[in-house]
């Protein structure tokens, strides 16, 4: 079966249309690899392993950044065999059962060496997924689960430096708005102490990444955290009060915690910052909680 990877010539899609999906592909990620198993990924596929210029052997050059690839995400008996013709996508590769795999990349990739990387990233994560079992239903939705894993496991940043725009024309590899992208990678810098900004060459990359790395932060200012800012505490108090005079009551769709009643007491249900995971807590002021996915110690006030 082929995935196909896509490239855009039309104007580029911004913003963030895609979040709900992209934090469930972060949730079902640190499920399927476990804490640990993430943690194992916590150094990104280095820029010198995925440099390709123009006096590099096509075919050599190609099959030594996917070696570099696969090594990055830890797929040691998978062989990548590199192929180039023209297609409507980016790119493309059989899922078989191994251990050899055949990528095909767009002709145009011919004279847009530095962009090899990039698709390389994305194609070579759908074998890592096909491995793990790992897939949304629909074409879309697992392609966004390809490209969040890909920057998520540190590949992926080479997708988000391929995106260039201009006044006449534009450039994007991926499924994922150059935001998102950049809000994944957040996620990631967050999670593991990583500055990616100077690897970026595309300056349209830099002003994706802070732009999503702005939407990230605001993930760990919801309450019941702590960091959480004056007037979402406010809403977050009037909210409390509702479900305690009105147990049961309808919560706010608006909000990203919710109420419940139980026997012993009132609880909030709240996503993880970090994983998405749900996580439920008694409301009594100060607590502390640990998600018990990515093991992430939250400071709340309930």
Not at 120 to 137: D, N
Not at 217 to 241: C, E, F, I, S, V
Not at 242 to 258: E, F, I, K, N, Q
Request: hydrophobic residues 35%; contains cysteine.
């Amino acid at each position: 079966m082929a995935d196909e990877g896509r490239s855009t010539g039309s104007p580029v899609v911004h913003g963030f249309p895609h979040l709900d999906t992209v934090r469930s592909a972060i949730t079902a990620l640190y499920r399927r690899l476990s804490y640990d198993g993430v943690r194992g990924y916590a150094t990104s596929l280095a820029p010198v392993d995925a440099a390709f210029c123009d006096q590099d052997d096509l075919y050599l050059g190609s099959q030594q950044v996917a070696r570099a690839v696969v090594r990055h995400l830890h797929l040691p008996d998978a062989r990548m065999i590199v192929g180039f013709r023209a297609m409507e996508h980016a790119a493309g590769v059989e899922l078989t059962a191994g251990p050899e795999y055949f990528v095909e990349l767009n002709d145009r990739f011919r004279t847009h060496r530095r962009d090899i990387g990039a698709a390389l990233s994305h194609e070579v994560t759908h074998v890592l997924l096909h491995r793990l079992g790992l897939e949304f239903p629909g074409t879309r939705d697992n392609e966004i689960l390809t490209d969040t894993v890909t920057t998520y496991l540190g590949a992926g940043w080479l997708l988000l430096d391929a995106f260039r725009e201009d006044r006449v024309s534009s450039q994007k590899l991926g499924y994922l708005t150059p935001e998102e992208f950049g809000y994944v990678l957040a996620k990631r810098a967050f999670a593991f102490d990583e500055d990616p900004s100077p690897w970026f060459t595309s300056p349209q990359a830099y002003e994706a990444y802070a732009k999503g790395r702005a939407q990230a932060l605001q993930d760990t200012r919801q309450p019941p955290l702590t960091a959480a800012g004056w007037a979402g505490r406010r809403r977050y108090a009037k909210g409390r009060r509702h479900a305690l005079d009105r147990p049961g009551a309808p919560a706010d769709p608006g909000v990203p915690y919710a109420f419940e009643s139980g026997p012993d007491g009132l609880r909030v249900s709240f996503a993880c910052p970090v994983c998405h995971q749900r996580i439920r807590v008694p409301v009594r002021g100060r607590v502390r909680a640990r998600c018990g996915l990515c093991r992430t110690v939250l400071d709340c006030d309930t």
